[in-house]
């Protein structure tokens, strides 16, 4: 097997690994990029057919390139996204090698720097980039027997209704995949039911400006650190038929039945928390919370933008939030199919450093792990909360870059008196 020596070494050739190479490529660094599939692979083929970027074009982007074919306040599909990436790189001759996979990266015993075994042969690296994504390998909750008859699968391997088998399907799970595909599968006459738990439901657009210029001008993007217990608080945003806000009455006015927490399996029947009316409300009061911060905004910097009562006003609350279903039998429901939108966990198992702490996390500061010489880029609140997103990996990859660079010149230093 052939053998290879680069200064910097990143994993993952997706938004993260791309904004890597870029800030390398600046500092003039010599790098390669090992994607084991294809640019923006997740992109291309771990999401389903229908799917848009949650956020419009003129914000979901890195800031020296905008998209060929999508307007600015449009929301790019997800292949045009893959092919963003894609033309990003090759902008600027971007060294990424495609269809290798990194099997384990280990620190070089007695010597600086670590040595990668992929199946392209043996790379050697003073510096590893972690790019591998925030997330890598999706979650289901032990809940439902997987021998159970029942059809399930998770959110990562839904692709578009047909490939469904008939009947009804419960989607368990209500942040933005959860929602969307609820929403198609009752679009396409599935009876529907979906389980929701906490979330975040920030208007799509409000007082004609979207969601992601109200948080950024509130400076929310930059929160380095969620709130408390709101870790994993999920969004549920969707730029789905245009974009439009996630409202649960709405959906429920569709004709999709809402229950709460998915708690519990037994022959056949699925039991759920009496929660849905709380959760919901919750929900409510930080969308309400968002509409006074920014109407406080507006207000406070003499801005004129049109004024909008309407979003205050929501649908009555549906009988399946007054009179919640607290146990479905599958069977007598005509439910075929579990849909579990319920995320995703981190694999590093080929990381084999002092990158991670006991429960194999990555233990890191702004991306700088514990391990002199690793570090990881793409993960959500990495720094902030857009750290996961398109337009937030861009600056947390520069920061890593700028911390190489700056390891670089150390090593680089040799004593001129002496
Ligand atoms: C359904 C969904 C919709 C989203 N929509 C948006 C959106 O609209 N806007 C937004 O800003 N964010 C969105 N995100 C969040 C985020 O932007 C994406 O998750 C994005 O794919 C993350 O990019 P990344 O480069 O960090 O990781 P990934 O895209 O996951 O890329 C990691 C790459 O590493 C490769 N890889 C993994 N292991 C190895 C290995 N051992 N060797 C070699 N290669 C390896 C993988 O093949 C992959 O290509 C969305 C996420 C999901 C799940």
């Known amino acids: 097997m052939s053998k290879h020596d680069v200064e910097v070494l990143v994993v993952g050739g997706g938004q993260a690994g791309v904004a890597m190479s870029e800030h390398l490529?600046?500092?003039?660094?010599?790098?390669?990029?090992?994607?084991?599939?294809?640019i923006a692979e997740r992109w291309r083929s771990e999401r389903w057919d229908s799917l848009v970027a949650n956020g419009p074009a003129w914000h979901d982007?890195?800031?020296?390139?905008?998209?060929a074919e999508v307007g600015p306040d449009d929301f790019a599909p997800k292949e045009q996204v893959a092919q963003y990436f894609a033309d990003y790189a090759q902008k600027f001759d971007a060294p990424i090698r495609t269809g290798v996979e990194v099997t384990s990266v280990r620190r070089n015993p007695g010597g600086p720097g670590f040595t990668a075994e992929t199946s392209d042969g043996t790379y050697t690296a003073r510096f590893v980039v972690a790019a591998t994504g925030p997330f890598q390998k999706p979650v289901i909750p032990p809940i439902v027997p997987r021998d159970a008859p029942v059809h399930q699968l998770h959110s990562s391997s839904y692709r578009n209704p047909d490939q469904l088998p008939e009947g009804g399907v419960l989607v368990v799970g209500a942040g933005s995949s959860g929602v969307q595909i609820a929403?198609?599968?009752?679009?396409?006459?599935r009876e529907v039911y979906l389980s929701v738990g906490p979330h975040d439901r920030p208007p799509r657009s409000y007082r004609d400006r979207d969601f992601c210029w109200w948080l950024g001008v509130l400076g929310r993007w930059d929160a380095e650190t969620p709130p408390k217990g709101a870790e994993h608080v999920t969004i549920a945003v969707s730029g789905a038929h245009g974009g439009r806000t996630v409202d649960f009455r709405e959906l429920a006015a569709k004709g999709i039945t809402l229950v709460g927490l998915t708690g519990t399996y037994r022959d056949g029947t699925l039991g759920f928390a009496d929660d849905l009316a709380r959760t919901i409300a919750e929900g409510d009061a930080k969308y309400l919370e968002l509409l006074d911060a920014a109407d406080a905004y507006l207000e406070r910097n003499g801005l004129d933008l049109p004024e909008e009562?309407?979003?205050?006003?929501?649908?009555?609350?549906?009988?399946?939030m007054t009179e919640p279903v607290r146990e479905l039998d599958l069977r007598a429901a005509g439910v075929t199919t579990i849909l579990w939108a319920t995320g995703f966990a981190t694999d590093y198992s080929w990381l084999q450093v002092g990158a991670l702490d006991e429960s194999g996390r990555p233990s890191h500061r702004r991306g700088v792990s514990a391990e002199p010489g690793v570090y990881f880029v793409g993960l959500p609140w990495l720094s902030r909360r857009g750290s996961s997103f398109i337009w937030g990996v861009w600056h947390d990859a520069k920061h890593i870059a700028d911390h190489i660079g700056t390891q670089r010149g150390y090593l680089a230093y040799r004593r001129s008196r002496h």
Not at 61 to 67: D, L, Q, V, Y
Not at 183 to 189: K, S, V, Y
Request: hydrophobic letters at 35%; glycine letters at 10%.
């Open 309 to 320: 009562p309407q979003a205050r006003e929501f649908l009555p609350d549906p009988a399946c």
């Open 25 to 38: 490529s600046s500092g003039g660094v010599r790098h390669v990029v090992l994607e084991r599939g294809r």
């Open 61 to 67: 982007r890195f800031p020296s390139m905008e998209f």
């Open 183 to 189: 929403d198609e599968l009752r679009a396409a006459g």
